[in-house]
């Protein structure tokens, strides 16, 4: 009997796992080889796509912050535009107010260069040089640089910051080829041009951003229009790193970074680009050969020019990253452990359970870990179904959109954006749009969709980038060229296009509208007196004040300086107008309180409705402007409506009223004195002052100049500088020749009218140590009888202080006998007219006899002027005359004739 052997089970389970085992071996390295190769070619792709990304953007960026930096510029050729003549302070003042160093860290100077013509080169240098005293280095003066003769020269007249960039100084601009070529550019095609690479002047490689300049405040439509208008440039300068590294601060180190200029865009026939491009910038040094794979280039055009920006990456092996190396090494072992485990025994069957448990777990936290990437994004981000239905979102999203937990998910993304169908967003590249949240706010936002296969069926996946901080800024840089810096009022820019587009309304519509300009009255006083710190206090004062007085529907406009607008673009009638302009004045009667200084401000209103006054924007503000001065004519602090005879001051009167106003800074104003002599014994006894102006090497009449400075308030200054010089001279001559030599001053009605005359008399006898009793003071007819209470009691107190006080021109005009006797008037001056009367012999000497007489009997002395025959002296010496003037006596002269007249009269008294 054979031996029991037991059941084949033992023998069949091993022969069956064996194979199996081998088979689990092959197949499980044959999977896992697969998964290794394939895990890494996913992370080539997500490499791949992050850094076209990347690249896109640091493209993107780089472009952005360029056309900062150009709408930064704008701003100052807005600022040239929108003013005649822009300071040397207003550009500064531009430069700070734009936080410049702060907010455009890459800007290494922001320059104005104005376009010079060779015959005007010594004069414009001689001016810049005086303007530039104390800002210059010591013994350094403004030249013109590099020197040579040209028929133009584009030189630095402004630079800020000016620290560290003294240097660009007076450098012209066509001098070089290079410069010169990418200024035509630029004042040809009317906008903003880059330079190639350039060495600066400050040293290292960098560029310039030139911006054209016109006159008439807008770039002209035409290349004839622009040439002919074009009058200067504003320049940005920039160092290559800076520009760069403020536009990508975050360079990450396993990038490089290269930006390589190619030459100008567009270019002309008669200029041709670079043969090859120049290196603007490299974030590393060394070769660069980076693999085809691992660079990515872009072309980007700003201004003019064409960059290419180079992103490199370093090579990296995806079969050595972790991912396809830990699916490797996990294949593999969880492989051998299957392998071994069906080698083995079946109770190794549990711990291939939990090898198989562990590989899962680990494939969960990799899923975790991409979600939390994801999430973490500060963008949107979607996934969407082919009816743009969202299939999962990141918590970005639900954030941007205001749908909480999750509740986005199943919405269509046509609730929040408004081109929101898959098929018109994907594939398109990055873009713009309107998203909306679902409390139903808007706002700007940028969008990228890409289409994408999962599991046999289309989807989408899309990024959403809310932009709105963007927007904000360059609406508040469009603010910045349309309002003034100061007040915050429309600058002159705006209000031209919102009179331009009123002005069509009405003609359309057949309505009427009013222009009203608004000069305030003596502003100069505050600011010569208080400061240009109160000045601006006041100014904006005043522009809150006017802004109050008028419905919102109307515009208030600073032009510059004390110059206000004010636009009625809808007005029923005229009166309508003249209403506002009643407010205005009210308004302004309110005294302003500027930290104990009490300032009363009062103004000048010119008012021009259309379409009486004009049918076009330039001809409405041309007799607004005439109407203000008809109006300061008037008295000030009153309006005038612009009317049929209205005319606007000459160009002359207005270039002669500017100069006037520097006359006294400049010394161009001089005294001449005419002889007086007594009548009875022939002697030099005094002298009248009289005012000449030397401007430009000739002599401007009196009668020019004299009612100009009337009308402007400028003889208050003028007649008390006139008092000072006669006092100091006239005892001077006194101390010199010994002779009791008097002077005599005329005083203007504007003088008496201002107040505080009595304390300049005083000042000015104090000063000279001038007796009051050789001081006389003429004054006009005209001048007493505007207000006869005030002026007699100005007049009283002169005459306490011990001076002589004269009725210039007796006998015209307001003559009466009755303030000869109230007011305390010590002279009389018989007016020339009644003095041509009588140049012969056959001339009725009637009307002389009888003031002389008339004089007399009121205890008065009496001056005969106009003295320019031996007839006229010979009536007024027999008549009793006491003292004679005029060119047959002697012209008026300057001081060193005078002088010499004054000495022959002191050896002639000493003879006697």
Not at 282 to 289: A, L
Not at 558 to 580: H, N, S, T, Y
Not at 637 to 650: E, H, I, K, L, Q
Not at 774 to 787: F, G, K, P, W
């Amino acid at each position: 009997m054979s031996g029991f052997r037991g059941p084949p089970t033992g023998g069949l389970f091993t022969k069956a796992v064996r194979p199996m085992a081998w088979l689990v071996l092959v197949l499980g390295l044959a999977f896992t080889l697969w998964g290794w190769r394939d895990a890494a070619l996913r992370l080539q792709e997500q490499a791949d796509a992050s850094f076209d990304d990347y690249a896109a953007r640091v493209s993107s960026r780089i472009g952005e912050r360029f056309e900062q930096y150009i709408d930064f510029l704008l701003t100052f050729q807005s600022l040239f535009h929108s003013s005649e003549h822009v300071t040397r302070e207003e550009f500064r003042r531009h430069f700070e107010a734009l936080q410049s160093r702060s907010r455009y860290r890459a800007v290494l100077a922001v320059q104005y260069s104005q376009l010079v013509e060779e015959r005007e080169r010594e004069a414009f240098e001689r001016r810049v040089d005086g303007e530039l005293h104390g800002l210059l280095p010591a013994g350094a003066h403004y030249r013109i640089h590099p020197a040579g003769g040209r028929a133009l020269y584009l030189p630095v007249i402004y630079n800020e910051p000016m620290r560290g960039n003294e240097v660009a100084m007076g450098f012209d601009s066509l001098a070089s080829p290079l410069h010169k070529r990418t200024a035509e550019m630029a004042r040809d095609e009317g906008r903003p041009m880059v330079s190639g690479p350039v060495e600066l002047m400050q040293g290292g490689r960098g560029l310039l951003i030139r911006v054209p300049v016109y006159a008439g405040g807008a770039v002209p439509s035409t290349l004839e229009g622009r040439r002919a208008r074009y009058v200067g440039q504003v320049s940005g300068v920039f160092r290559a790193v800076n520009v760069i590294e403020d536009a990508i601060p975050d360079l990450p180190p396993t990038m490089r970074l290269r930006v390589e200029d190619v030459g100008p865009t567009g270019l002309p026939g008669n200029l041709q680009p670079f043969s090859r491009p120049e290196l603007f910038y490299d974030s590393q040094e060394g070769v660069f050969q980076p693999d085809g794979a691992d660079l990515r280039q872009h072309g980007v055009s700003l201004a003019g020019r064409l960059w290419v920006v180079q992103v490199a990456r370093s090579p990296v092996s995806w079969l050595t990253q972790p991912l396809p190396l830990s699916i490797l090494v996990g294949g593999t072992l969880a492989t051998l452990s299957a392998f071994g485990v069906l080698l083995g025994f079946a109770n190794r069957y549990q711990h291939a359970m939990r090898i198989a448990h562990q590989l899962d777990i680990q494939a969960r936290q990799s899923a975790r870990r991409l979600a939390a990437v994801i999430e973490s994004s500060a963008d949107a981000i979607v996934t969407l179904d082919a009816e743009g239905v969202v299939r999962s979102a990141n918590a970005a999203a639900q954030r941007m959109f205001g749908v909480p937990d999750g509740r986005v998910i199943g919405r269509s993304m046509r609730d929040f954006l408004d081109d929101g169908a898959p098929a018109q967003l994907a594939g398109r590249g990055l873009r713009e749009t309107i998203a909306t949240t679902m409390s139903g706010a808007r706002f700007p936002a940028q969008v990228a969709f890409n289409e994408m296969s999962m599991e046999g069926e289309r989807h989408y996946v899309g990024i959403v980038r809310d932009i709105s901080q963007w927007h904000e800024a360059q609406q508040r840089i469009h603010h910045m060229a349309h309002h003034d810096a100061l007040t915050g009022l429309p600058n002159r820019v705006l209000l031209e296009d919102r009179l331009r587009q009123a002005v069509e309304r009405a003609k359309r519509e057949k309505g009427r509208l009013a222009v009203l300009f608004v000069d305030l009255d003596r502003f100069k006083n505050i600011n010569d007196s208080l400061g240009h710190h109160v000045g601006d206090r006041v100014l904006c004062e005043v522009a809150r004040r006017l802004s109050g007085a008028v419905r919102s529907s109307d515009t208030v406009a600073r032009m510059g300086g004390d110059e206000f607008v004010v636009l009625l673009p809808q007005i029923a009638a005229l009166e309508d107008a003249e209403l506002v302009a009643h407010k205005i004045l009210h308004v302004l009667e309110a005294p302003i309180d500027d930290g104990g200084h009490e300032l009363r401000v009062t103004a000048s209103v010119g008012v021009a409705p259309y379409p009486e006054c004009g049918e076009d924007p330039a001809t409405l503000m041309r007799h607004a402007d005439s109407a203000m001065y008809h109006a300061k004519e008037a008295g000030r602090s009153t309006y005038r409506v612009y009317g049929p005879d209205g005319r606007a001051p000459s160009v002359r009167l207005l270039r002669l009223e500017a100069e006037l106003h520097r006359a006294l800074e400049r010394d161009e104003l001089l005294l001449h004195f005419q002889p007086q002599f007594d009548c009875a014994s022939d002697r030099l006894v005094g002298a009248e002052a009289l005012l000449r102006w030397h401007r430009e090497g000739e002599l401007v009449s009196p009668a020019e100049f004299i009612p100009l400075a009337e009308e402007t308030g400028l003889i208050v200054p003028i007649g008390a500088w006139v008092l000072r010089c006669a006092c100091t001279r006239t005892q001077a001559w006194r101390r010199t020749h010994g002779v009791p030599l008097r002077v005599a001053v005329n005083i203007s009605p504007r003088q008496l009218e201002a107040g505080g005359l009595v304390e300049t008399v005083a000042s000015a006898l104090q000063a000279s140590g001038l007796p009051p009793e050789a001081l006389e003071l003429e004054l006009t007819e005209s001048a007493l009888v505007r207000d006869p209470q005030a002026a007699a009691r100005t007049l009283g107190e002169l005459r306490s202080l011990g001076v002589s006080l004269a009725i210039d021109d007796f006998g015209v005009g307001y003559s009466s006998f009755a303030y000869l006797r109230e007011l305390p008037v010590h002279k009389i001056k018989i007016d020339r007219s009644f003095m041509a009367a009588v140049r012969t012999a056959q001339g009725d000497p009637r009307l002389v006899r009888a003031l002389i007489a008339i004089a007399h009997s009121l205890e008065m002395g009496i001056v005969g002027e106009g003295v320019e025959t031996p007839h006229q002296l010979q009536l007024l010496k027999a008549n009793g005359c006491d003292i004679a003037q005029g060119y047959l006596l002697g012209a008026p002269m300057d001081e060193t004739v005078f002088a010499r007249l004054l000495e022959g009269a002191r050896q002639v008294a000493a003879a006697e």
